[in-house]
């Protein structure tokens, strides 16, 4: 990563310009943090999307063919913890976030910089720790449920741990954030002035802080059961696996908005710059982010209407569910009536932008299947569920990454991508996701539950059609990542501003200087004045 | 290429119900699928700019009132109405059936177990007649695992250590797959049982025929001896006089009065709680004195002493 | 990332404003991690009172009530160190500093000798749903002390190479309210496990 080029002067490489391992591991340079973050976060999602095509293979056929039964559940769970634990929960949040807060608010770094080197090495801690669980791998989904995690033989105590320390990676990132936006932004920087990419930020913040450590206790709690024979989630003992399910949600659900958050955050800004249009309704996207984090913490029981909770609970939750809808609706809304009478240019950003709301779209409305509760019953842990939520996760969220990645790589190294290589890879990712996820959708209807390592031969045809997808979409994010090390390497010198964006990253050299700003810039309008103005705001 | 039909078959009370719901949110969806990919598509072909092209000024329109009201009230009344119908046919599926007949459902890693009212046991077949009402209640006595015929639309997670109910009324002869939709460790995928429903006639039949199972004694008469050995007797009489414990009689499924002022319905979970937790929960105006019974008797034999106590109407 | 010991007074009240929200914030996910365990409590306290009344007889009443009075004392020395640090008296910081550290070891010391009784009476966290309460709880509450002793310590240590005149008594600040948080988690473990019966 020290080897961004060899033909330019140091002068014009910013932040990049001190090499060596010592500059990067003890950095406390938020940019360089964000850099460490992105590299380690991309690496784990390479390792989760291998593992997955490994998986598809296996469902190739009906039968066990590739590997026994206990590989292909070992394999789903590395999967999942390393997708959602290692790259989707980190990956925007504490690689693009720590990169572009700072500069997005125009403060020179983060409001504790050590705090944040502090949290880098501790999730890098709770890798190893996770790694090290390795020599007895987890065979129980990334869920965890007792009291199969309490009984099989895998490492569950280290695994637990690890996680553990990667929460608390996240929580001390997400408190860095809080502060840094209430204290460090620009003079004239007013919260109605803020970027939506930091209110998307804020709000995931603000569930980073105030959800993960109910999973770290729950993590504890049931090492502990496997360590010292406490017993809070196993019937034998008098405990109760529902409150480990209870627990666990209460986490996982908020953390799907952590996920996703951050990637509505980044359309927020590319939408407008590749319309030359001002954002449409920018307070209702601002305050909806809020409102899903706040909602997100009500609504964890609608993953538990089969499991044995009271229906009169299951009523409840369905109800509080579908309210998570609205203030989701009306941010695709917004963007979508941000283009009418756009100027629109369709660079990969853009590209990646649209793909997003276009798969965010079917993922959201696939939702209040799984929301109802009639349906619910039918559909629950079966491929539909996987399928919707791969349309949310990574049509949504992976999809919003790579728009961010797309829209600030010029800004993070100073070079263009080749922008036929990057609409290439885009054309054949898209087909690739939908081919492989769409026909889950299918398949689920008609029953066939999900983290199953052998399946009966009528889900054959749709098997075979969604991991033929897998290949397609595999090859198109392997072009991605050529470009992006081609675009490292050998790309295009950006200059400041290529996509001539209005927010205040755009307003200091590619890649930026150390200090971010030469003098920190004061700030007199809203970031979204494209065009030509009809109405004061 | 079975999948290639709209649904799975619909065997069973609700399926239709069920697939209408679906097919309701299903035409909410498209509305707004169309609506939404419509718009989308369509401003970003005639608001495109040309490479080459001048760049437009766009007019900064950035909020409109009336739109915005619009745009939240009416989906906000449409998922209401996806949750009331999603609701309606949820009540009609975990609604009770009066007279059904009672199967008890043990799962374990990896088999299923079912349990006829006459002892009889069978694994991973579980045969009912058509047109008559199936109550099931299942444990598991290891870990978390989840029954589901699809072909029913039903589903429910099995725990160790209590009971969940389905309720089954099959309008289908036929054999369909029951699945563990619950992942359940090594052997998960491979924990699928045969719903086999046949006429009543060959029902009978069959449960005239040899047992296959370890059957022989029915569950409830099972139940009685145990009763009556555990000196359940000395304290809670048949005939519903009083004695240091309250009586059995018609205990099932009647409200009971607690102390502190609640009171819970004596459903399975109550009897089994009572028996391994008595203190757990007491009784108005009866003494904590029960002694447990956790370890002393099984989980076989708790189902046995239930399915006994249902029996003393 | 500071430039020169010269501070302005708006920085420091500026850098004391920031510190005091992230404290905050971190505050709140401790509030929450403890939550956890307090739910737990509450489930399986309504769930079987009569185990919880008759286990909670074997602890130790007086060694709890001790260690209340122990940590509440401890709460007013750190309260007496943040004074000592805003009027910038230095040494009256260090022995109170040093107080509270001594205070926070006996503690310690006093949950020693109630665990090994505890062990020596065959009650371990396995034995039963309260024990594994009652260890999990004052376990974690424990690493917490210990944290604040390392905490305190190091504030200690600086204290002796000069830091911390009134220039900047942020890090005592900080350190005073986790203090004062930790004290305040075992004003109510104390009534949950030793009192309410």
């Known amino acids: 990563m020290t080897d961004h080029a060899t033909d330019t002067s140091p002068a014009d490489r910013g932040y990049l ?129 007792t009291p199969y995690s309490a009984k099989t033989g895998a490492a569950v105590a280290t695994l637990s741990f690890g996680i553990f320390l990667v929460g608390m990676s996240s929580i001390l990132t997400g408190l860095n954030f809080i502060v840094t936006t209430h204290r460090l932004r620009a003079p004239g920087l007013t919260w109605m002035r803020l970027p939506l990419f930091i209110w998307g930020m804020y709000a995931t913040s603000i569930i980073q802080v105030l959800a993960t450590p109910v999973v770290g206790i729950t993590f504890l709690l049931l090492a502990a059961e496997r360590l010292f024979g406490v017993g809070f989630f196993d019937p034998a003992k008098g405990g109760d696996p529902l409150l480990f399910q209870h627990f666990f949600w209460f986490y996982s659900h908020p953390v799907v908005y952590v996920m996703i958050l951050p990637a509505m955050g980044i359309i927020s800004e590319v939408i407008p710059v590749f319309s030359r249009k001002a954002i449409f309704g920018y307070r209702a996207i601002a305050y909806s982010s809020l409102a899903i984090a706040f909602i997100g913490f009500l609504v964890w029981g609608h993953h538990m209407f089969v499991s044995g909770m009271s229906p009169v609970a299951g009523v409840i939750f369905s109800f509080l569910t579908f309210f998570v809808a609205v203030p989701t609706g009306v941010k695709v809304f917004n963007w979508i009536a941000t283009l009418y009478r756009g100027s629109i240019t369709f660079e990969s950003p853009m590209l990646y932008a649209l793909t997003f709301i276009f798969l965010f779209i079917i993922g959201g409305l696939t939702g209040p299947f799984l929301g109802a509760l009639a349906t619910n019953v039918h559909l629950h842990d079966t491929y539909f569920v996987v399928a919707h939520f791969h349309y949310t996760m990574m049509g949504g969220t992976v999809m919003g990454l790579f728009a961010g990645l797309h829209y600030w790589f010029p800004k993070m190294t100073g070079r263009m991508l080749n922008e036929t290589v990057a609409k290439l890879a885009w054309a054949v990712t898209f087909v690739g996701f939908n081919a492989t996820f769409f026909v889950m959708f299918i398949m689920g209807y008609h029953g066939m539950p999900r983290r199953y390592a052998e399946y009966l031969p009528k889900y054959h045809a749709d098997n075979v059609f969604a991991t033929a997808g897998s290949w397609i979409l595999a090859v198109g994010v392997a072009i991605m990542f050529a470009n992006f090390v081609w675009g490292m390497l050998r790309g295009e010198k950006a200059g400041a501003n290529p996509w001539r964006g209005l927010t205040l990253e755009w307003q200091t050299p590619s890649p930026p200087p150390t200090e971010n700003f030469e003098e920190i810039p004061t700030v007199t309008d809203w970031p979204y004045g494209y065009g030509k103005k009809v109405v004061c705001r | ?285 009866y003494p904590p004195v029960m002694p447990t019974f956790k370890g002393t008797l099984s989980d076989d034999d708790i189902a046995a002493i239930i399915a006994y106590l249902k029996t003393l109407k | 990332m500071k430039g020169g010991a010269e501070e302005s007074r708006e920085e420091r009240s500026y850098a004391l404003d920031t510190a005091r929200l992230g404290i905050w914030c971190f505050l709140a996910t401790e509030v929450l991690l403890f939550g956890g365990l307090f739910t737990t409590y509450t489930v399986f306290r309504l769930r079987y009172p009569d185990l919880f009344h008759t286990e909670h007889l074997k602890l130790n009443r007086l060694l709890g009530a001790a260690n209340t009075v122990i940590l509440i004392t401890s709460s007013l020395t750190m309260a007496l160190a943040v004074a000592a640090a805003r009027q910038g008296r230095r040494k009256r910081l260090r022995l109170f500093l040093l107080c509270t550290i001594v205070l926070a070891a006996s503690f310690l010391g006093v949950k020693y000798l109630e665990w090994s009784d505890d062990f020596s009476r065959h009650l371990y966290p396995k034995t039963n749903l309260f024990f594994s309460l009652y260890f999990t709880m004052t376990g974690l509450h424990g690493i917490h002390v210990m944290a604040g002793m390392g905490v305190l310590g190091w504030l200690l240590a600086r204290t002796r190479k000069g830091h911390f005149a009134r220039a900047s008594r942020t890090p005592v600040e900080i350190g005073g309210l986790y203090w004062h948080f930790v004290d305040l988690v075992w004003i109510y473990l104390f009534p949950l496990l030793y009192l309410v019966g």
């Open chain 1, 17 to 145: 310009t001190d090499k060596g391992f010592r500059s990067w591991a003890l950095t406390l340079d938020h940019k360089r943090i964000g850099v460490l973050y992105l590299f380690t976060t991309l690496f784990f999602f390479l390792v989760g999307g291998v593992i997955a095509l490994l998986m598809r293979l296996e469902l190739l056929t009906p039968g066990p063919s590739l590997m026994n039964d206990h590989t292909y559940n070992v394999l789903f769970t590395l999967h999942g913890a390393i997708m959602i634990f290692l790259f989707i929960i980190p990956g925007i949040p504490s690689g693009l976030g720590n990169f572009f807060i700072p500069l997005l608010i125009g403060a020179r770094d983060v409001a504790f910089p050590r705090l944040n080197l502090l949290s880098y090495w501790v999730f890098i801690g709770g890798i190893v720790v996770i790694l090290a669980s390795l020599v007895s791998p987890m065979d129980t989904g990334w869920t965890f449920y």
């Open chain 2, 1 to 285: 290429m079975n999948t290639l039909a709209l649904f799975p078959d619909q065997a069973a009370r609700s399926t239709g119900e069920v697939d209408a719901v679906f097919l309701f949110i299903v035409a909410v969806g498209l509305f707004f699928f169309f609506l939404t990919q419509g718009f989308l598509i369509y401003f970003a072909i005639r608001y495109r700019r040309r490479r080459g092209e001048p760049e437009e000024e766009t007019p900064q329109i950035t909020e409109n009132g009336i739109l915005e009201f619009i745009w939240v009230v009416i989906p906000s009344l449409l998922v209401l109405a996806i949750f009331v119908v999603g609701w309606w046919g949820y009540r009609d599926m975990v609604r009770p059936i009066p007279g059904a007949m009672e199967i008890n459902v043990t799962a374990r890693q990896w088999l299923w177990e079912f349990t006829y009212p006459d002892g009889r046991k069978v694994i991973n077949e579980l045969r009912i007649p058509v047109g008559k009402p199936v109550k099931l209640t299942m444990t598991s006595t290891d870990v978390l695992h989840g029954f589901f015929i699809p072909d029913y639309r039903l589903k429910q997670d099995i725990l160790p250590g209590r009971y969940t109910h389905l309720w089954l009324q099959p309008e289908k002869t036929g054999t369909f797959v029951i699945f563990c939709s619950q992942y359940c460790g090594t052997g998960h995928s491979a924990m699928m049982a045969n719903l086999v429903v046949v006429p009543p006639d060959d029902f009978a039949r069959w449960q005239k025929g040899p047992a296959e199972g370890a059957g022989g004694e029915s569950l409830a008469h099972r139940g009685e001896e145990l009763v009556e050995k555990s000196g359940c007797l000395a304290c809670h009489s048949l005939d519903g006089s009083r004695k240091v414990g309250p009586t059995f009689k018609g205990v099932f499924g009647h409200q009971v009065e607690l102390e502190g002022g609640s009171s819970v319905v004596a459903d399975e979970n109550y009897l089994k709680e009572s028996i391994v937790e008595p203190n757990a929960k007491i009784v108005k105006g």
